[in-house]
Protein backbone atom coordinates (compact mmCIF):
# COMPACT_ATOMS: atom_id res chain seq x y z
CA UNK A 1 0.00 0.00 0.00
CA UNK A 2 1.17 3.38 -1.39
CA UNK A 3 1.45 5.91 1.51
CA UNK A 4 0.52 9.36 1.60
CA UNK A 5 3.62 10.95 2.41
CA UNK A 6 5.10 9.47 -0.53
CA UNK A 7 1.85 10.59 -3.35
CA UNK A 8 2.34 13.85 -1.57
CA UNK A 9 6.38 13.73 -2.01
CA UNK A 10 5.49 12.61 -6.01
CA UNK A 11 3.32 15.99 -6.10
CA UNK A 12 5.96 18.13 -4.84
CA UNK A 13 8.72 16.69 -7.12
CA UNK A 14 6.46 16.91 -10.49
CA UNK A 15 5.42 20.44 -8.99
CA UNK A 16 9.17 21.62 -9.03
CA UNK A 17 9.97 20.03 -12.79
CA UNK A 18 6.72 20.73 -14.08
CA UNK A 19 5.30 24.09 -12.90
CA UNK A 20 1.96 22.65 -12.72
CA UNK A 21 -0.69 24.27 -11.33
CA UNK A 22 -0.91 22.13 -7.86
CA UNK A 23 -4.59 21.36 -8.16
CA UNK A 24 -4.04 19.69 -11.56
CA UNK A 25 -0.94 17.51 -10.38
CA UNK A 26 -3.10 16.94 -7.52
CA UNK A 27 -5.68 15.34 -9.32
CA UNK A 28 -3.39 13.28 -11.68
CA UNK A 29 -1.82 12.21 -8.76
CA UNK A 30 -4.92 10.77 -7.26
CA UNK A 31 -5.79 8.58 -10.58
CA UNK A 32 -5.60 4.79 -10.65
CA UNK A 33 -5.25 4.82 -6.82
CA UNK A 34 -7.44 4.10 -4.49
CA UNK A 35 -7.62 6.82 -1.47
CA UNK A 36 -10.31 7.70 1.33
CA UNK A 37 -11.63 10.90 1.74
CA UNK A 38 -9.58 11.31 4.93
CA UNK A 39 -6.05 10.58 2.89
CA UNK A 40 -7.25 12.56 -0.03
CA UNK A 41 -7.62 15.95 2.49
CA UNK A 42 -4.47 15.32 4.29
CA UNK A 43 -2.33 14.79 0.99
CA UNK A 44 -3.69 18.44 -0.47
CA UNK A 45 -3.03 19.74 3.06
CA UNK A 46 0.30 18.71 3.27
CA UNK A 47 1.28 19.64 -0.06
CA UNK A 48 -0.63 23.30 -0.71
CA UNK A 49 0.93 24.13 3.37
CA UNK A 50 4.55 22.69 2.11
CA UNK A 51 4.64 25.13 -1.16
CA UNK A 52 2.63 27.93 1.29
CA UNK A 53 5.87 27.78 3.24
CA UNK A 54 8.65 26.85 1.20
CA UNK A 55 11.14 29.69 0.93
CA UNK A 56 10.71 29.29 4.91
CA UNK A 57 11.08 25.73 5.40
CA UNK A 58 14.17 25.87 3.36
CA UNK A 59 15.70 28.76 5.80
CA UNK A 60 15.32 26.16 8.22
CA UNK A 61 17.02 22.98 6.65
CA UNK A 62 20.30 25.41 5.92
CA UNK A 63 20.21 25.88 9.65
CA UNK A 64 19.96 21.86 10.34
CA UNK A 65 21.82 20.93 7.53
CA UNK A 66 24.47 23.74 7.59
CA UNK A 67 24.68 23.57 4.00
CA UNK A 68 22.80 26.08 1.23
CA UNK A 69 19.86 24.22 -0.55
CA UNK A 70 21.40 24.30 -3.70
CA UNK A 71 24.01 22.12 -2.74
CA UNK A 72 21.00 19.49 -1.18
CA UNK A 73 19.17 17.49 -4.16
CA UNK A 74 16.17 18.48 -5.34
CA UNK A 75 13.92 14.98 -4.14
CA UNK A 76 15.64 15.04 -0.77
CA UNK A 77 14.90 18.69 -0.17
CA UNK A 78 11.12 17.72 -0.99
CA UNK A 79 11.87 15.13 1.72
CA UNK A 80 13.18 17.56 4.44
CA UNK A 81 10.40 20.06 3.59
CA UNK A 82 7.85 17.67 4.02
CA UNK A 83 9.19 16.31 7.09
CA UNK A 84 10.32 19.74 8.72
CA UNK A 85 6.81 21.25 8.24
CA UNK A 86 4.92 18.26 9.94
CA UNK A 87 7.59 18.55 13.05
CA UNK A 88 7.08 22.20 12.97
CA UNK A 89 3.65 22.92 12.18
CA UNK A 90 1.64 19.77 11.98
CA UNK A 91 -0.35 19.34 15.37
CA UNK A 92 -1.73 16.11 14.40
CA UNK A 93 2.09 14.73 14.01
CA UNK A 94 3.72 13.54 17.01
CA UNK A 95 7.61 14.86 16.27
CA UNK A 96 8.70 11.15 16.30
CA UNK A 97 6.21 10.23 14.00
CA UNK A 98 7.74 13.10 11.66
CA UNK A 99 11.35 12.20 11.66
CA UNK A 100 10.50 7.92 12.05
CA UNK A 101 8.16 8.47 8.32
CA UNK A 102 10.63 11.23 6.75
CA UNK A 103 13.99 8.46 7.10
CA UNK A 104 11.78 6.00 6.16
CA UNK A 105 11.12 7.92 3.07
CA UNK A 106 14.31 9.19 2.25
CA UNK A 107 15.58 5.32 2.35
CA UNK A 108 13.01 4.32 -0.05
CA UNK A 109 12.73 6.42 -2.82
CA UNK A 110 16.51 7.55 -2.92
CA UNK A 111 18.93 5.63 -0.32
CA UNK A 112 19.92 4.91 2.90
CA UNK A 113 22.81 7.38 3.41
CA UNK A 114 20.23 10.02 2.68
CA UNK A 115 18.15 8.63 5.35
CA UNK A 116 20.69 9.27 7.74
CA UNK A 117 20.89 12.62 6.93
CA UNK A 118 17.13 13.37 7.14
CA UNK A 119 17.60 11.89 10.77
CA UNK A 120 20.54 14.25 11.57
CA UNK A 121 19.01 17.40 10.50
CA UNK A 122 15.60 17.03 11.28
CA UNK A 123 16.66 16.09 15.22
CA UNK A 124 19.14 19.62 14.60
CA UNK A 125 16.25 21.27 14.06
CA UNK A 126 14.01 19.54 17.03
CA UNK A 127 16.99 20.12 19.97
CA UNK A 128 17.16 23.60 18.60
CA UNK A 129 13.26 24.27 18.71
CA UNK A 130 13.31 22.73 21.86
CA UNK A 131 16.19 24.67 23.44
CA UNK A 132 15.03 28.49 22.15
CA UNK A 133 11.17 28.79 23.30
CA UNK A 134 9.34 30.30 20.63
CA UNK A 135 11.65 30.30 17.39
CA UNK A 136 9.44 28.41 15.78
CA UNK A 137 6.97 31.57 15.72
CA UNK A 138 9.41 33.75 15.19
CA UNK A 139 10.59 32.43 11.91
CA UNK A 140 7.29 33.99 10.75
CA UNK A 141 8.30 37.53 12.33
CA UNK A 142 11.99 37.92 11.41
CA UNK A 143 11.89 35.80 7.65
CA UNK A 144 8.12 36.13 6.58
CA UNK A 145 9.79 37.50 2.94
CA UNK A 146 11.65 34.09 2.72
CA UNK A 147 8.03 32.59 1.73
CA UNK A 148 7.75 34.55 -1.07
CA UNK A 149 9.95 34.85 -4.34
CA UNK A 150 13.22 37.49 -3.96
CA UNK A 151 11.80 39.12 -7.30
CA UNK A 152 8.03 39.28 -6.19
CA UNK A 153 9.00 40.85 -2.84
CA UNK A 154 11.30 43.67 -4.30
CA UNK A 155 8.55 44.36 -6.94
CA UNK A 156 5.97 45.06 -4.30
CA UNK A 157 8.75 46.81 -1.97
CA UNK A 158 8.70 49.27 -4.95
CA UNK A 159 4.44 49.12 -5.65
CA UNK A 160 3.36 49.30 -1.51
CA UNK A 161 6.42 50.04 0.31
CA UNK A 162 8.28 48.01 2.74
CA UNK A 163 5.99 48.44 5.08
CA UNK A 164 3.09 47.62 3.42
CA UNK A 165 4.93 44.53 1.56
CA UNK A 166 5.59 43.00 5.24
CA UNK A 167 1.69 43.18 6.61
CA UNK A 168 1.00 41.90 3.13
CA UNK A 169 3.18 39.09 2.93
CA UNK A 170 1.80 38.19 6.76
CA UNK A 171 -1.61 37.81 5.99
CA UNK A 172 -0.74 35.78 2.65
CA UNK A 173 1.18 33.42 4.59
CA UNK A 174 -2.11 32.18 6.40
CA UNK A 175 -4.68 29.86 4.86
CA UNK A 176 -7.31 32.11 3.21
CA UNK A 177 -10.68 32.16 4.80
CA UNK A 178 -13.73 30.59 2.84
CA UNK A 179 -16.53 32.67 2.63
CA UNK A 180 -20.11 31.76 1.82
CA UNK A 181 -22.97 33.69 -0.17
CA UNK A 182 -26.53 33.17 1.19
CA UNK A 183 -29.46 32.77 -1.78
CA UNK A 184 -32.04 34.69 0.26
CA UNK A 185 -34.82 34.11 -2.47
CA UNK A 186 -34.48 30.00 -1.47
CA UNK A 187 -33.40 29.98 2.17
CA UNK A 188 -33.66 32.54 4.93
CA UNK A 189 -30.61 33.57 6.51
CA UNK A 190 -32.05 32.24 10.13
CA UNK A 191 -33.20 28.63 8.83
CA UNK A 192 -29.60 28.49 7.36
CA UNK A 193 -27.92 29.41 10.33
CA UNK A 194 -30.11 26.66 12.37
CA UNK A 195 -28.94 23.89 10.04
CA UNK A 196 -25.80 24.53 10.21
CA UNK A 197 -25.83 25.32 14.26
CA UNK A 198 -26.63 21.57 14.31
CA UNK A 199 -23.76 20.44 12.61
CA UNK A 200 -21.38 22.39 14.70
CA UNK A 201 -21.16 25.05 11.43
CA UNK A 202 -20.08 28.63 12.79
CA UNK A 203 -20.61 31.80 10.72
CA UNK A 204 -19.72 35.24 11.22
CA UNK A 205 -22.03 37.93 9.20
CA UNK A 206 -20.27 39.93 6.98
CA UNK A 207 -21.36 43.93 7.73
CA UNK A 208 -19.98 45.51 4.55
CA UNK A 209 -22.05 42.89 2.17
CA UNK A 210 -25.08 41.37 2.18
CA UNK A 211 -25.53 38.06 1.99
CA UNK A 212 -22.02 37.26 2.97
CA UNK A 213 -20.53 35.30 5.79
CA UNK A 214 -17.20 33.71 6.64
CA UNK A 215 -17.12 30.13 8.20
CA UNK A 216 -15.44 30.01 11.30
CA UNK A 217 -16.06 26.12 11.85
CA UNK A 218 -16.38 23.68 10.10
CA UNK A 219 -15.96 24.65 6.63
CA UNK A 220 -15.24 21.10 5.62
CA UNK A 221 -18.48 20.06 6.26
CA UNK A 222 -19.96 22.48 3.99
CA UNK A 223 -19.75 20.63 0.75
CA UNK A 224 -21.71 18.06 2.02
CA UNK A 225 -24.59 19.76 3.22
CA UNK A 226 -27.84 20.24 1.38
CA UNK A 227 -27.66 23.79 1.40
CA UNK A 228 -24.98 24.09 -0.59
CA UNK A 229 -26.21 20.23 -3.41
CA UNK A 230 -29.24 22.58 -3.60
CA UNK A 231 -27.70 25.80 -4.41
CA UNK A 232 -29.11 27.95 -1.82
CA UNK A 233 -25.59 29.06 -0.99
CA UNK A 234 -22.57 29.29 -3.26
CA UNK A 235 -18.84 29.86 -2.11
CA UNK A 236 -17.64 33.12 -2.93
CA UNK A 237 -15.31 35.69 -1.47
CA UNK A 238 -16.81 39.06 -0.75
CA UNK A 239 -14.24 40.52 -2.83
CA UNK A 240 -15.50 39.02 -5.70
CA UNK A 241 -19.25 39.57 -4.66
CA UNK A 242 -18.15 43.91 -4.65
CA UNK A 243 -16.89 43.43 -8.19
CA UNK A 244 -20.72 42.19 -8.87
CA UNK A 245 -21.86 45.52 -7.06
CA UNK A 246 -19.87 47.43 -9.51
CA UNK A 247 -22.15 46.28 -12.50
CA UNK A 248 -25.22 46.62 -10.22
CA UNK A 249 -27.32 44.26 -11.75
CA UNK A 250 -31.14 44.98 -11.69
CA UNK A 251 -33.91 43.08 -12.21
CA UNK A 252 -34.58 42.04 -16.07
CA UNK A 253 -30.82 43.74 -16.81
CA UNK A 254 -29.24 41.24 -19.72
CA UNK A 255 -25.16 41.42 -19.04
CA UNK A 256 -22.66 39.76 -20.57
CA UNK A 257 -19.83 37.90 -18.63
CA UNK A 258 -17.04 37.51 -21.03
CA UNK A 259 -14.23 35.34 -19.03
CA UNK A 260 -16.53 34.36 -17.18
CA UNK A 261 -15.53 30.85 -16.30
CA UNK A 262 -15.85 29.30 -13.47
CA UNK A 263 -18.70 30.97 -13.35
CA UNK A 264 -19.13 32.63 -9.85
CA UNK A 265 -19.91 35.83 -10.57
CA UNK A 266 -22.55 34.77 -13.46
CA UNK A 267 -24.84 32.90 -10.96
CA UNK A 268 -24.61 35.92 -8.43
CA UNK A 269 -25.77 38.24 -11.52
CA UNK A 270 -27.78 35.26 -12.41
CA UNK A 271 -29.68 36.16 -9.16
CA UNK A 272 -30.11 39.59 -8.51
CA UNK A 273 -31.44 39.97 -12.35
CA UNK A 274 -34.25 37.49 -11.86
CA UNK A 275 -36.18 35.78 -14.39
CA UNK A 276 -36.89 38.48 -16.52
CA UNK A 277 -32.84 39.02 -16.67
CA UNK A 278 -30.70 36.94 -18.94
CA UNK A 279 -26.39 36.31 -18.11
CA UNK A 280 -24.71 35.51 -21.20
CA UNK A 281 -21.55 33.70 -19.91
CA UNK A 282 -18.79 33.28 -22.26
CA UNK A 283 -14.89 31.89 -22.19
CA UNK A 284 -12.58 30.86 -24.62
CA UNK A 285 -11.87 27.71 -22.45
CA UNK A 286 -14.11 24.49 -23.41
CA UNK A 287 -13.87 22.82 -20.21
CA UNK A 288 -14.00 25.43 -17.96
CA UNK A 289 -17.23 26.02 -19.49
CA UNK A 290 -18.70 22.60 -18.85
CA UNK A 291 -17.97 23.24 -15.36
CA UNK A 292 -19.74 26.93 -15.47
CA UNK A 293 -23.04 24.59 -16.88
CA UNK A 294 -22.87 21.75 -14.84
CA UNK A 295 -22.75 24.25 -12.34
CA UNK A 296 -26.28 25.80 -13.21
CA UNK A 297 -27.75 22.40 -12.48
CA UNK A 298 -27.28 22.70 -8.90
CA UNK A 299 -28.70 25.89 -8.68
CA UNK A 300 -31.53 25.44 -11.06
CA UNK A 301 -30.84 28.52 -12.85
CA UNK A 302 -32.80 29.16 -16.02
CA UNK A 303 -31.46 32.84 -17.00
CA UNK A 304 -27.64 32.21 -17.88
CA UNK A 305 -26.90 30.72 -21.00
CA UNK A 306 -23.09 29.67 -21.94
CA UNK A 307 -20.79 30.34 -24.88
CA UNK A 308 -17.23 28.97 -26.02
CA UNK A 309 -15.92 32.43 -27.13
CA UNK A 310 -12.60 33.94 -27.23
CA UNK A 311 -12.99 37.47 -26.00
CA UNK A 312 -10.18 38.98 -28.38
CA UNK A 313 -11.40 38.14 -31.14
CA UNK A 314 -14.67 36.32 -31.45
CA UNK A 315 -17.92 38.60 -32.05
CA UNK A 316 -20.66 39.40 -29.66
CA UNK A 317 -24.34 41.07 -29.72
CA UNK A 318 -23.97 44.80 -28.43
CA UNK A 319 -24.58 44.78 -24.62
CA UNK A 320 -25.41 48.01 -22.14
CA UNK A 321 -23.32 46.11 -19.41
CA UNK A 322 -20.09 43.80 -19.61
CA UNK A 323 -18.22 42.53 -16.85
CA UNK A 324 -14.21 41.17 -18.51
CA UNK A 325 -13.27 39.02 -15.54
CA UNK A 326 -10.07 39.23 -17.21
CA UNK A 327 -6.97 36.19 -16.89
CA UNK A 328 -4.49 37.60 -14.89
CA UNK A 329 -1.38 36.47 -13.02
CA UNK A 330 -3.55 35.81 -9.54
CA UNK A 331 -1.41 37.08 -7.03
CA UNK A 332 -4.27 38.30 -5.18
CA UNK A 333 -5.23 34.66 -4.36
CA UNK A 334 -2.05 33.82 -3.21
CA UNK A 335 -3.36 33.12 0.07
CA UNK A 336 -5.51 30.27 -1.25
CA UNK A 337 -3.11 29.07 -4.07
CA UNK A 338 0.16 29.35 -2.65
CA UNK A 339 1.48 27.58 -5.87
CA UNK A 340 1.05 31.18 -7.56
CA UNK A 341 4.13 32.54 -6.26
CA UNK A 342 6.25 29.75 -7.48
CA UNK A 343 5.28 29.73 -10.56
CA UNK A 344 5.13 33.00 -11.29
CA UNK A 345 8.06 34.81 -13.57
CA UNK A 346 8.69 38.50 -13.76
CA UNK A 347 7.90 38.52 -17.57
CA UNK A 348 4.71 36.97 -16.84
CA UNK A 349 2.95 40.29 -15.62
CA UNK A 350 3.84 41.76 -18.88
CA UNK A 351 2.28 39.04 -21.53
CA UNK A 352 -0.67 39.44 -19.16
CA UNK A 353 -0.94 42.58 -19.42
CA UNK A 354 -0.91 42.54 -23.17
CA UNK A 355 -3.54 39.97 -23.47
CA UNK A 356 -5.65 41.89 -20.79
CA UNK A 357 -5.59 45.54 -23.02
CA UNK A 358 -6.38 43.26 -26.04
CA UNK A 359 -9.44 41.52 -24.32
CA UNK A 360 -10.28 45.03 -23.35
CA UNK A 361 -10.13 46.88 -26.54
CA UNK A 362 -11.87 44.13 -28.47
CA UNK A 363 -14.95 43.83 -26.02
CA UNK A 364 -15.44 47.73 -26.05
CA UNK A 365 -16.53 47.18 -29.52
CA UNK A 366 -19.83 45.55 -28.35
CA UNK A 367 -20.66 47.71 -25.73
CA UNK A 368 -23.61 50.67 -26.37
CA UNK A 369 -23.29 54.28 -25.98
CA UNK A 370 -23.98 55.36 -22.07
CA UNK A 371 -23.24 51.70 -21.21
CA UNK A 372 -20.39 50.09 -18.85
CA UNK A 373 -18.12 47.44 -18.38
CA UNK A 374 -16.25 46.35 -15.22
CA UNK A 375 -12.74 45.32 -15.96
CA UNK A 376 -11.28 43.25 -13.14
CA UNK A 377 -8.39 41.29 -12.01
CA UNK A 378 -7.26 39.20 -8.96
CA UNK A 379 -4.19 40.56 -9.32
CA UNK A 380 -2.38 42.71 -7.21
CA UNK A 381 0.39 43.82 -10.08
CA UNK A 382 -0.62 47.35 -11.24
CA UNK A 383 1.00 46.85 -14.89
CA UNK A 384 -2.01 44.21 -14.79
CA UNK A 385 -4.60 46.96 -13.44
CA UNK A 386 -4.06 50.52 -13.54
CA UNK A 387 -1.92 50.81 -15.90
CA UNK A 388 -4.29 48.14 -18.29
CA UNK A 389 -7.13 50.95 -17.62
CA UNK A 390 -5.16 53.70 -17.99
CA UNK A 391 -3.71 52.90 -21.22
CA UNK A 392 -7.03 52.14 -22.32
CA UNK A 393 -8.03 55.36 -21.24
CA UNK A 394 -5.54 57.10 -23.31
CA UNK A 395 -6.48 55.41 -26.63
CA UNK A 396 -10.05 55.69 -26.60
CA UNK A 397 -11.50 59.05 -25.46
CA UNK A 398 -14.97 58.10 -25.78
CA UNK A 399 -14.39 56.32 -22.57
CA UNK A 400 -14.53 57.50 -18.96
CA UNK A 401 -13.73 56.43 -15.48
CA UNK A 402 -16.27 55.85 -12.89
CA UNK A 403 -14.98 56.58 -9.40
CA UNK A 404 -16.09 53.43 -7.26
CA UNK A 405 -16.29 55.96 -3.97
CA UNK A 406 -20.05 56.10 -3.50
CA UNK A 407 -20.47 52.35 -4.54
CA UNK A 408 -18.10 50.76 -1.85
CA UNK A 409 -16.42 51.19 1.67
CA UNK A 410 -13.81 53.13 1.71
CA UNK A 411 -11.31 51.27 2.76
CA UNK A 412 -12.00 48.54 -0.51
CA UNK A 413 -11.20 52.06 -3.13
CA UNK A 414 -8.01 53.37 -3.49
CA UNK A 415 -7.18 57.51 -4.09
CA UNK A 416 -7.71 57.26 -7.92
CA UNK A 417 -11.16 56.00 -7.40
CA UNK A 418 -10.15 52.69 -8.37
CA UNK A 419 -11.94 49.19 -6.67
CA UNK A 420 -8.41 47.81 -5.15
CA UNK A 421 -9.23 45.21 -2.49
CA UNK A 422 -5.51 44.41 -0.36
CA UNK A 423 -5.99 41.55 1.47
CA UNK A 424 -4.67 42.70 4.90
CA UNK A 425 -7.02 45.75 4.60
CA UNK A 426 -10.57 43.90 3.40
CA UNK A 427 -9.30 40.69 4.62
CA UNK A 428 -10.25 38.94 1.11
CA UNK A 429 -8.63 37.62 -1.77
CA UNK A 430 -6.97 40.70 -3.27
CA UNK A 431 -8.96 42.05 -6.39
CA UNK A 432 -8.88 45.28 -8.86
CA UNK A 433 -12.23 47.07 -10.51
CA UNK A 434 -12.71 49.46 -12.90
CA UNK A 435 -15.63 50.66 -14.00
CA UNK A 436 -15.48 52.30 -17.50
CA UNK A 437 -18.67 54.00 -19.19
CA UNK A 438 -18.90 54.84 -23.03
CA UNK A 439 -19.77 58.18 -23.71
CA UNK A 440 -22.50 58.97 -26.72
Excluded at 339 to 350: A, C, F, N, T, V
Aim: net charge positive; with cysteine.
Amino acid sequence: MISTRKIALGILNNFDTKKEKVPILIKQSFKNIILSKNEKNRIKASVNEVIRYRGILDFVIEKGSRRKVEFIQPKLMNVLRLGIYELLFDDLIPDFAAIHSSVDLAKKVINKKTGSMVNAVMRNIQRHNAKHGGWKDSLFEKNIKLAYPNWLIKKWQKQFGKYNTEKLCSFLIKKAPIYIRLDESKISEESMISNFSKINIELSKQSKFKNFFKVIKGKEKIFETEIFKDGKISIQDPASGAVVDLINPKKNDIILDACAAPGTKSLYMAQRVGLGGKIYASDKNKKRVDSGILDIGRHNYKNIQWSVLDATKDKFPTYNKILIDVPCTGTGAIGRRPDIKWRLRSQDIKKMSELQINILNHMAKFLSPYGKIVYSTCSLEIEENEDVVNKFLKQRSDFKLLVTHSLLPDQWVNSNGFMFAVPYKTKTDGLFAAVLQKKN
